[in-house]
């Protein structure tokens, strides 16, 4: 891509959070020509949900500014391509940066990656963005390393990724800049089981769904493990087409009726 690309931005932590300022920031290092649409409020988990059958609210912020009061990540997409940007629509869409990893099976979860999952079936490169946090110590998020790296993993991506058959899910190790390991193309972490699960609250019969617990074992190749024990940017290309044609080949003619 050799012209500027005119670039969408959204997100799942909402049109305020400090996130898609830093995003901001990393597309105007990139182009001028950049709009957000973007949750009015926290989307977070909301995965690719759409909101069927009810009426939302597209309030223009700022110019090229807009938040979708009510709206998930993948909503506000579709109202860039087919109403905000119908006649000139975005060649790139970042979608974060997200307050906190997206690692593993928690992509299915995530409305930073359904945004640029969204994206990509509209026809554009697509990049969700994640910086990670510790959680373990709850310090306070340290946006360093997606400002540092963010424009460069982008422009590698323009530069070097083919097709719109896929989208591509990058992470932002917790370190000091300088401990950057480096970049890594990785897969997804698929875990033993589920990392979803009960998790108790303080008030009497009512409980939260939460990741208590990583699950493992983990392996050293994927996502997981290089971004937390490597101090690695990840990059996980992801396939728009979810059906396992080898599967389906080996099934053919096999599953029979009567």
Same mark, same amino acid.
């Given at each position: 891509?050799?012209?500027?690309?005119?670039? +969408?931005?959204?997100?799942? /932590?909402?049109?305020? *959070?400090?996130? +898609?300022?830093v995003m901001r920031e990393i597309a105007a290092? !990139?182009?001028? /020509? &950049? =709009?957000?649409?973007?949750?009015?409020?926290?989307?977070s988990g909301a995965s690719h949900r759409f909101t069927f059958g009810i009426e939302l609210e597209?309030?223009? #912020? /700022?110019? #090229?500014?807009?938040?979708?009061?009510?709206?998930?990540?993948? /909503?506000? &997409? &579709?109202?860039? $391509?087919?109403?905000v940007c119908k006649d000139h629509r975005p060649d790139l869409v970042l979608s974060g940066v997200n307050n906190g990893q997206n690692l593993g099976d928690i992509i299915n979860c995530s409305g930073t990656a359904a945004g640029a999952?969204?994206?990509?079936?509209?026809?554009?490169?697509? !990049?969700?963005?994640?910086?990670?946090?510790?959680?373990?110590?709850? #310090?306070? !998020?340290? =946006?360093?390393n997606a400002? #540092?790296?963010? *424009?460069?993993?982008?422009?590698?991506?323009? *530069?070097?990724?083919?097709?719109?058959d896929h989208y591509y899910n990058v992470n932002f190790p917790f370190c000091a800049p300088e401990d950057v390991s480096g970049i890594?193309?990785?897969?997804?972490?698929? $875990?033993?089981r589920s990392p979803? *699960?009960?998790?108790?609250?303080?008030?009497?019969?009512? %409980? %939260?769904?939460a990741i208590p617990e990583t699950p493992t074992p983990l392996d050293?190749?994927?996502? %997981?493990?290089?971004?937390?024990?490597?101090?690695?940017?990840?990059?996980?290309?992801l396939r728009l087409q979810q059906s396992d044609m080898d599967v389906v080949a080996s099934l053919e003619g096999k599953l029979i009726l009567g």
């Open positions: 891509m050799t012209k500027k690309p005119r670039i +969408l931005i959204t997100n799942d /932590d909402g049109v305020d *959070a400090p996130g +898609l300022q290092a !990139i182009s001028d /020509d &950049v =709009w957000v649409v973007a949750p009015a409020g926290n989307q597209l309030d223009e #912020r /700022d110019p #090229r500014t807009f938040a979708v009061v009510g709206g998930s990540p993948a /909503d506000c &997409v &579709v109202a860039a $391509f087919t109403h999952r969204e994206g990509a079936l509209h026809g554009a490169l697509a !990049i969700g963005m994640s910086q990670a946090a510790d959680y373990e110590t709850r #310090r306070e !998020i340290n =946006w360093d400002r #540092r790296y963010g *424009a460069e993993v982008v422009r590698s991506l323009l *530069a070097h990724a083919t097709g719109r890594r193309v990785a897969g997804a972490q698929r $875990f033993s979803m *699960a009960y998790y108790p609250s303080d008030n009497a019969g009512r %409980f %939260f769904i050293p190749e994927m996502d %997981f493990h290089l971004l937390h024990h490597s101090n690695a940017v990840t990059v996980t290309p």
